[in-house]
């Protein structure tokens, strides 16, 4: 990550003091940059469709008008300067391998404050919300609508590994879970855990953790977690065995559940629990991979 110039760049506490950064004469890269959440000087261009995907940061001396939020990528970028407080006045933008000089683009600065109300309103929520952009923003294109989760797209989730059960749980089809899991995923390690020895109650209390930890209920809060820990135990009472890892990978324990009444009569939810413990298992074997790595 990008170190901040020493002492210069004071993130706002309040609102009064978010600052905008006005670009000009930039083409599709003008606009109203607003100042979030970051340790180091970092702007999110807003208008009427909401943040977009543009940031001004100010990395090594320049002002870069960029999409990657490590600034080390720009489109657009200004003269050295000694500091994010002084005017860029000369602008160049890349073309090919070089860069040339843009003597249309200007910047000024702002407060948010200035802005309209629905644009300020936005600038405000995302600074008392201290919402921070990730590198770890889902792109699956039901994103919120399968998952409920406005800010795992607008604003990314903290880490690779939340990334990872996100796409687990609620976003199978996309193509971002099949690039990220397949790079992830490991074989062995999930062999290994399936098995290991666990505690049927205990395996059914990090189930349960994890699907709050990926914030399930905004999913969905007809067939809460709740729920599908007592659909879990209902179907290991009957058959007579401890909840487990194999359980829920087992294709005969969901023909033999189909086939009971009270699953024909509950609409399939009994095997519906058992797929989300499935789908927990892999994002434990994810998470435990992720934890080996660092
Ligand atoms: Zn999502």
């Known amino acids: 990550m990008v170190v901040a ?3 210069l760049w004071v993130p706002a506490r309040k609102p009064d ?5 006005c670009v000009t004469g930039a083409g599709k890269h003008s606009g109203q940059y607003v100042e979030i959440v970051s340790d180091l000087p970092m702007l999110r261009k807003l208008d009427e469709s909401g943040w977009s995907n543009s940031l001004a940061i100010f990395t090594e001396k320049r002002w870069r008008i960029t999409s990657d939020p490590t600034g080390s990528k720009c489109w657009l970028r200004s003269q050295k300067l000694a500091s994010f407080q ?3 006045s000369a602008w160049e933008k890349r073309e090919g391998k070089g ?5 249309d683009v200007s910047c000024r600065w702002g407060l948010a404050s ?3 109300t629905k644009l300020r309103t936005l600038a405000r929520k995302a600074l008392k919300g201290k919402l921070r952009l990730t590198l770890f923003r889902c792109t699956a294109p039901d994103c919120p609508k399968g998952c409920g989760n406005v800010l795992a797209k607008d604003w990314g989730l903290p880490s690779l590994a939340d990334l990872l059960g996100h796409l687990t749980y609620y976003h199978r089809g996309s193509s ?3 690039e990220k899991v397949n790079e992830a995923w490991n074989q062995q390690l999930a062999d290994e855990l399936e098995q290991q020895e666990e505690d049927g109650e205990e395996l059914l209390s990090m189930f349960k953790a994890s699907l709050n930890k990926h914030n399930y209920e905004l999913k969905t809060k007809t067939l809460n977690v709740a729920h599908h820990v007592n659909n879990i135990r209902k179907i290991v009472q009957k058959r007579g065995c401890e909840v487990s890892r194999s359980l829920a990978n087992d294709q005969e324990v969901y023909d033999e559940v189909w086939q009971w ?11 519906v629990s058992l797929r989300w413990l499935k789908k927990f298992t892999e994002v434990s074997a994810l998470e435990a991979y992720d934890v080996d790595m660092s």
């Open 86 to 88: 002084f005017d860029a």
């Open 261 to 271: 009444q009270e699953e024909k009569s509950g609409h399939g939810r009994l095997t």
């Open 5 to 7: 110039p020493e002492g």
């Open 176 to 178: 971002q879970y099949h």
């Open 114 to 116: 200035e802005l309209e």
């Open 17 to 21: 003091a978010q600052r905008v950064l």
């Open 99 to 103: 860069w040339v000089p843009q003597p």
